[in-house]
């Protein structure tokens, strides 16, 4: 079998680092989502109306994304590699590449709940000199969510299908090639490691380019949506 090429990835090096600095990451941040939960429901002001809701379903994704990211799935990326390692507790009962597409599927709803709160905030004050509103602006209003959807999902199919389907082979051919390459990590053998495109075609850039792009996109629909909200507040006051 051939030797893995000797890695000088910081993560390789000193992995214990890595390891220890994610979990006290966790073991930090873990207060902060019981307690955003009660705030939101206990302490939010009742004329928050929708946006309360909206927020909570935001705070509900987040939960579940962190849960998932820091002891269900728990992904170890050695960037700027495509190989990861699934280290969570599911991974003794799911198959890898199952659990690394469906922590794929959590990443994108949590996503969509931030859209989801970003547009209620907007209509809520495009909306605040109206008592009704017409089934016309109505109908748009759910255009809209729907849109936020798909800003988020678009990139979803082409992140799924890029895993190859017999990862034994993929990381042979990874082992095989790239006798060179110093950022693969050392547990590329490991059952749990998953190769996330594939290594003899364009498909890793392919990936990598609509991924970025959705978060770009996602990120110019934020901002606009901040604009929008600033140039609402600017010219009620004049």
């Given at each position: 079998?051939?030797?893995?090429?000797?890695?000088?990835?910081?993560?390789?090096?000193?992995?214990?680092?890595?390891?220890?600095?994610?979990?006290?990451?966790?073991?930090?941040?873990?207060?902060?989502?019981?307690?955003?939960?009660?705030?939101?429901?206990?302490?939010?002001?009742?004329?928050?109306?929708?946006?309360?809701?909206?927020?909570?379903?935001?705070?509900?994704?987040?939960?579940?994304?962190?849960?998932?990211?820091?002891?269900?799935?728990?992904?170890?990326?050695?960037?700027?590699?495509?190989?990861?390692?699934?280290?969570?507790?599911?991974?003794?009962?799911?198959?890898?590449?199952?659990?690394?597409?469906?922590?794929?599927?959590?990443?994108?709803?949590?996503?969509?709940?931030?859209?989801?709160?970003?547009?209620?905030?907007?209509?809520?004050?495009?909306?605040?000199?109206?008592?009704?509103?017409?089934?016309?602006?109505?109908?748009?209003?759910?255009?809209?969510?729907?849109?936020?959807?798909?800003?988020?999902?678009?990139?979803?199919?082409?992140?799924?299908?890029?895993?190859?389907?017999?990862q034994n082979n993929a990381k042979?051919?990874?082992?095989?090639?790239?006798?060179?390459?110093?950022?693969?990590?050392?547990?590329?053998?490991?059952?749990?490691?998953?190769?996330?495109?594939?290594?003899?075609?364009?498909?890793?850039?392919?990936?990598?380019?609509?991924?970025?792009?959705?978060?770009?996109?996602?990120?110019?629909?934020?901002?606009?949506?901040?604009?929008?909200?600033?140039?609402?507040?600017?010219?009620?006051?004049?």
């Open positions: 079998m051939t030797a893995l090429p000797v890695s000088r990835s910081i993560w390789n090096e000193n992995p214990v680092g890595y390891f220890v600095f994610k979990r006290a990451y966790s073991v930090i941040i873990t207060p902060l989502y019981p307690l955003a939960h009660y705030c939101v429901l206990r302490k939010s002001p009742k004329n928050f109306e929708s946006l309360k809701w909206f927020l909570y379903f935001h705070v509900f994704c987040t939960t579940i994304e962190w849960f998932c990211a820091f002891f269900l799935i728990d992904l170890y990326d050695f960037e700027p590699s495509i190989v990861l390692r699934i280290d969570g507790v599911l991974k003794y009962f799911i198959n890898p590449v199952l659990l690394y597409r469906m922590f794929s599927v959590v990443e994108d709803v949590s996503a969509i709940s931030a859209l989801f709160l970003f547009c209620n905030r907007l209509l809520i004050i495009v909306n605040m000199s109206r008592r009704h509103k017409s089934l016309l602006r109505k109908f748009i209003e759910l255009c809209l969510y729907f849109l936020a959807i798909f800003f988020c999902i678009w990139s979803l199919p082409f992140t799924l299908s890029s895993v190859p389907d017999d042979q051919i990874i082992m095989l090639t790239f006798q060179t390459e110093i950022f693969y990590p050392d547990c590329l053998l490991d059952p749990t490691s998953v190769v996330v495109s594939d290594p003899v075609n364009i498909s890793e850039n392919l990936t990598a380019e609509i991924e970025i792009a959705s978060w770009l996109i996602i990120g110019l629909a934020i901002v606009i949506q901040e604009l929008g909200r600033f140039g609402e507040k600017v010219s009620s006051r004049l």
